[in-house]
């Protein structure tokens, strides 16, 4: 049975506390690179507390009328354990794990037609 979202789940971006003031052209610039079809994935680097996470949230909101299955916010800052990520996605999914099924797994037939 293939993995099932909660029907009431259509994102989770937290609402950040203030407003981002002064990127307009960085998020400009992330929202182009995302909307090519080649790109699937962006990593944003810099040093801690640069405002990295914020702006992501900036663009993920700006998006989110772009992605029909919803945008997700996956808290894993403090997150010690690489192996422990794919169940964090799962779980922000809202996702019902099957037994005998790999994580993994899981996701990638969940967000293959994604």
Known sequence: ?????????SS??????TR???????INA?????GRHDV???TLAGAGGVGKTRLALAVAERMRP???DGV???PLASMADPELVPMAIIQELALRPQAGQ???EMLREYLRSR
């Open 1 to 9: 049975m293939p993995a099932r979202i909660a029907a009431t789940s």
């Open 12 to 17: 989770s971006l937290p609402t950040p506390r």
């Open 20 to 26: 981002l003031i002064g990127r307009e052209r960085e």
């Open 30 to 34: 992330i929202c182009a690179k995302l």
């Open 40 to 42: 699937a994935l962006l």
């Open 66 to 68: 772009d992605f029909d």
């Open 72 to 74: 997700y916010f996956v």
């Open 102 to 104: 790999a994580p993994e």
